[in-house]
């Protein structure tokens, strides 16, 4: 059975970093794309970055650009999300998700697989 399990949420004042991790279990997540979702109250969700595992190319969305870092460790089965200089924007439920796909994408039906998600709120 496949397990997604994100953490490190948490609430952070603007200009701070946090890192978000998702480890799984039940299958290795070196095989397959990765992507971060988020979802804030009365929005939709909104693919945030992606990895891919041919090559561990990224893609990130314009709106965390230059702020956020995705990233894997194989030996840990886990991808993290590093979020630099947050913004209150930037407040959301984040979600991993995985699937049966190599290229990294941030539409998010192309997953098969999520995470429970985990609340980050960005407020002064």
């Known amino acids: 059975q496949v397990q997604l399990v994100e953490s490190g949420g948490g609430l952070v004042q603007p200009g701070r970093s946090l890192r978000l991790s998702c480890a799984a279990s039940g299958l290795s997540l070196h095989y397959f794309a990765v992507g971060w979702f988020r979802q804030a109250p009365g929005k939709e969700r909104e693919g945030v970055s992606c990895?891919?595992?041919?090559?561990?190319?990224?893609y990130y969305a314009d709106s965390v650009k230059g702020r956020f870092t995705i990233s894997r460790d194989n030996a840990k089965n886990t991808v993290y999300l590093q979020m630099n200089n947050r913004k209150p924007e930037d407040t959301a439920v984040y979600f991993c998700?995985?699937?049966?796909?190599?290229?990294?994408?941030?539409?998010?039906?192309?997953?098969?697989?999520w995470g429970q998600g985990t609340q980050v709120t960005v407020s002064s």
């Open positions: 998700a995985t699937g049966v796909i190599v290229d990294g994408t941030l539409i998010w039906d192309e997953y098969d697989y």
């Open positions: 990895i891919s595992s041919t090559d561990d190319s990224t």
